[in-house]
């Protein structure tokens, strides 16, 4: 039997120092509902982190506005009791303010997103952001103003790398006027791939600049499950769960692909993991392609 871990599922080089395995983690569900406030249960949090880790996990995704803080306050706590802490790797966000439960607003003034990535290091126990995305481009400040404040710390040695968040390709090339681009999170699953337009295929430019491309809500699959569906047929036929077939559609699309799938129990992650061992043939990759709600 093939060993569980997300290792399987390839590898993905940031830097000299950090080449990861291409199946992350979330911590978006480490929170209340709405993504707003405590999660329930801290301890089960800190332990589904902590089980990650023993899983292969190595990138970790969160954001200041996940609680706000919460989330990263659980992920803070797990990677505490991680053998591997230094060879763990945190992409983080900043630019979005919470003012409730589902409620999300860009904002994008300088000094607010140096606030916050001051507070997130000290609230995650770190000295510098491994990679660190504008969560939403705020138009009410220039994308230079925006980027370049985080260009600003990036040679205060406090930022690795600089990505943006839900952009299109217009955007990113403003943005690498100023700065290094280094990932791109967007939208992205089997049953929603609009970054796969002719006219705006931000996955494929993400690749030719060698980015890496994070999909969020990687596992949605819409209407695509259920009865004789495409998806559901095809995940009966490997003989495993729907999750693990969107998962690994997204691994064969690009090598530059980085699902974070999110979840707060240990056996959904463990059937996550489980998806770096689906191997898509050609045939199937091509019927899910073109999947769409």
């Known amino acids: 039997m093939t060993d569980l871990n997300a290792a399987n599922s390839g590898t993905y080089e940031f830097d000299n120092h950090f080449k990861i395995n291409r199946l992350g983690y979330g911590t978006m569900q480490l929170t209340g509902s709405g993504t707003w406030g405590p999660y329930k249960d801290p301890k089960q949090a800190e332990a589904v982190v902590v089980r990650a880790t023993e899983l292969g996990i190595n990138f970790f995704d969160t954001a200041d506005s996940y609680g706000p803080w919460f989330a990263d306050r659980y992920l803070a706590a797990g990677l505490r009791k991680a053998a591997n802490r230094d060879q763990i790797f945190i992409s983080d966000k900043v630019g979005q303010t919470r003012q409730g439960p589902g409620i999300w607003t860009p904002h994008g003034e300088p000094n607010y997103l140096r606030q916050q990535v001051e507070v997130s290091m000290m609230t995650l126990g770190i000295d510098h952001e491994d990679l660190l995305f504008l969560h ?29 968040s839900q952009v299109t390709v217009d955007q990113i090339r403003e943005a690498q006027k100023y700065a290094q681009i280094d990932a791109v999170e967007n939208l992205y699953n089997v049953a929603n791939h609009q970054d796969d337009d002719v006219v705006d295929d931000v996955v494929d430019y ?12 990687p596992l949605n699959t819409g209407k695509l499950t259920g009865g004789d569906s495409p998806l559901s047929a095809i995940a009966k036929k490997y003989g495993v769960s729907e999750a693990q077939i969107a998962l690994a ?42 999947l769409s709600n």
């Not at 220039?142 to 040679?155: N, R």
């Not at 993400?206 to 809500?217: L, N």
């Not at 530059?256 to 240990?266: C, V």
């Not at 463990?270 to 019927?287: G, Q």
Request: charged letters at 25%; aromatic letters at 8%.
């Open 136 to 164: 939403r481009i705020d138009s009410h400040f220039s994308v230079a103003d925006q980027v370049g404040e985080l260009k600003k710390m990036q040679d205060e040695g406090k930022i690795k790398h600089i990505g943006l």
């Open 206 to 217: 993400a690749e030719s600049q060698h980015m890496a491309f994070v999909p969020w809500f």
């Open 249 to 290: 559609w997204l691994l064969k699309r690009s090598p530059n692909i980085l699902p974070i799938p999110g979840t707060s129990s240990i056996q959904h992650l463990e059937d996550n993991v489980a998806a770096a061992n689906v191997k898509l043939s050609d045939n199937d990759f091509e019927k899910l392609s073109h």
